[in-house]
């Protein structure tokens, strides 16, 4: 190999190397955010506060309402309530209708943190 190769490859180690050190340091930055993320999600909800202000920007708590995924469990559930409330023959419009307006709400909470 030629000298420039072998620099190459070198370099190369090294900034794989120094990726790797740093995606180690970001990977417990992360779970030290989240276990903040949850104390912090937890005193806004007990103080009933919907926002911080900082220097920098304002920290918000934010609660949004996703409806569930289809799964074959929530499916089956969803068609028997609907056979409960009707007696005629099936129709698979009626049923994707029914579907959608009595899918449950699951609440996501979340921190987000504005910048001026």
Do not use: P, W
């Not at 190397?17 to 030290?32: D, G």
């Not at 068609?79 to 698979?92: C, D, R, W």
């Not at 899918?103 to 001026?116: H, L, P, T």
Request: charged share 30%; with cysteine.
């Amino acid at each position: 190999m030629d000298e420039q190769s072998v620099s190459t490859i070198r370099t190369f180690l090294t900034i794989t190397t120094k990726i790797s050190e740093h995606q180690t340091a970001i990977k417990e930055l992360k779970l030290n955010l989240k276990d903040i993320n949850t104390t912090l999600m937890n005193t806004m909800k007990c103080k009933s506060l919907d926002g911080i202000e900082t220097n920098n920007g304002k920290i918000c708590y934010v609660e949004n309402k996703v409806k569930k995924g289809f799964t074959q469990k929530n499916l089956v559930t969803l068609l028997e309530e609907y056979n409960k409330y009707t007696n005629k023959s099936i129709n698979v419009s009626e049923i994707m209708e029914f579907i959608q307006s009595h899918r449950e709400f699951a609440v996501k909470e979340n921190i987000k943190y504005k910048k001026k």
